[in-house]
């Protein structure tokens, strides 16, 4: 039997054109279409490589490669590889005649070095006191949605929220491909995996949620919502699991509920419309929009608390903190504050009764607003989400 490491160090043998990027940190994306095109996104800006892979035929030799150390197979009966290479790099494959052109690759990079909150602080993504507010909501339970475009830095933000986990709860992560890394002690990790040629071994995310309400979670985590799991998961948080924390593909707030309510229609369970808007209005205590902006950065452009569902409004979502753009630097760099809007979070006052407060900025603009009046609405200008 040939070694672990062995393999492993063969396999990134076929992958030798790429290599390179595999090695560096700064590179989070790798795209490769077709032999002689090869594309990588650095610090949010794509840029065409002078990288090649020698022919077809060496390309696809690297793909049934990585398809057999995953165990699967990728030809023209199973032209779509879901995958993982050694590092914990993602990669997705599409080859002919699904991709005519093809074959067609997307690695996302997996670091091991997982973003802190700090971190995020300092890059602009978002601020110390937005982040405080957070850590107020993620320790009270609320049950958060993090919701972005593809590569809008959702995973980074859930990680980092994470870490404000208090000390000594039990978290289960349930995820299709392993990429969330909580910065915590008792973590039990899930993954789904596909089922072979015949469906034979297939672990749904549907199945690990069932099996992880009866592991005595203190806290759920769902690494991305794309189907009828959004209803298992929206009546855990209706009967009393809180705190529960994922992601799902959204560009603002309130389309993040209609994805949700959609993915819900999605599961074999029939409930009337008007009573699973009411559950979802129930469930989610907070949306966390991330954004991939024009300039090639990843910021938070929103903190909006979900307050229920009206049947003659709909559902009522006000915004905590917008990002503010003030135009461009001399770089061409947006330029962007991160606001709170004046209002508090329903549970306040059990944040007080708990010794814990939210930063003085988020009180001042609540004083602020209130002497402006109930229906005065604050100019935020070009609010984030046009630039991703």
């Known amino acids: 039997m040939i070694p672990k490491e062995v393999y492993e160090e063969t396999l990134l043998s076929f992958l030798a054109p ?5 090695d560096d940190p700064k590179v989070s994306e790798i795209m490769i279409n077709g032999p002689n095109q090869i594309f990588i996104e650095k610090a949010g800006k794509l840029t065409l490589t002078d990288a090649r892979f020698p022919s077809l035929e060496a390309l696809n030799a690297a793909l049934r490669n990585i398809a057999q150390y995953v165990g699967k197979m990728i030809n023209e009966d199973n032209p779509i590889l879901e995958a993982r290479l050694p590092d914990g790099s993602r990669i997705e494959a599409v080859v002919p005649p699904a991709a005519p052109d093809g074959p067609d690759v997307s690695i996302r990079r997996f670091f091991k070095e997982t973003l802190t909150v700090q971190r995020l602080v300092d890059f602009g993504s978002l601020t110390s006191e937005a982040a405080q507010l ?4 993620v320790v009270m339970k609320q049950n958060i949605v993090v919701a972005g475009g593809t590569g809008s830095g959702k995973t980074s933000m859930l990680n980092a929220l994470s870490s404000f986990i208090p000390d000594g709860e039990r978290i289960v992560i349930i995820e299709d491909s392993r990429e969330v890394q909580l910065q915590r002690q008792h973590v039990v ?5 596909p089922g072979d040629a015949k469906g034979k071994g297939k672990v749904t995310i549907r199945d690990l949620f069932r099996a992880t309400l009866r592991m005595r979670p203190d806290r759920i985590v769902v690494g991305e ?13 209706t009967s009393g699991h809180g705190g529960c924390i994922t992601t799902v593909h959204a560009t603002y707030p309130h389309d993040t509920l209609t994805r949700l309510e959609t993915m819900s229609l999605m599961s074999d369970v029939e409930l009337p419309l008007s009573a699973l808007r009411v559950q979802l209005g129930s469930a989610i205590n907070l949306v966390v929009q991330t954004s991939r902006l024009q300039d090639g950065s990843r910021k938070v452009t929103h903190v909006s608390e979900v307050r229920g569902y009206h049947a003659d409004k709909g559902f009522e979502i006000v915004d905590l903190f917008v990002r503010r753009f003030h135009g ?7 330029i962007s504050t991160f606001e709170p809007t004046g209002e508090l979070p329903l549970c306040t006052d059990m944040v007080h009764s708990y010794g814990m407060a939210f930063p ?22 070009q609010v984030g989400g046009h630039h991703g």
């Open 225 to 237: 919502i794309r189907g009828g799991e959004a209803l298992d998961l929206v009546q855990a948080m």
């Open 189 to 193: 990790q899930l993954e789904a995996r």
């Open 328 to 334: 461009r630097d001399e770089e061409g760099n947006l």
């Open 18 to 22: 790429v290599r390179p990027f595999l």
């Open 360 to 381: 003085e900025a988020v009180y001042e603009a609540a004083r602020v607003r209130a002497e402006q009046g109930p229906d005065a609405q604050p100019d935020y200008g």
């Open 134 to 137: 957070l850590e107020c909501l």
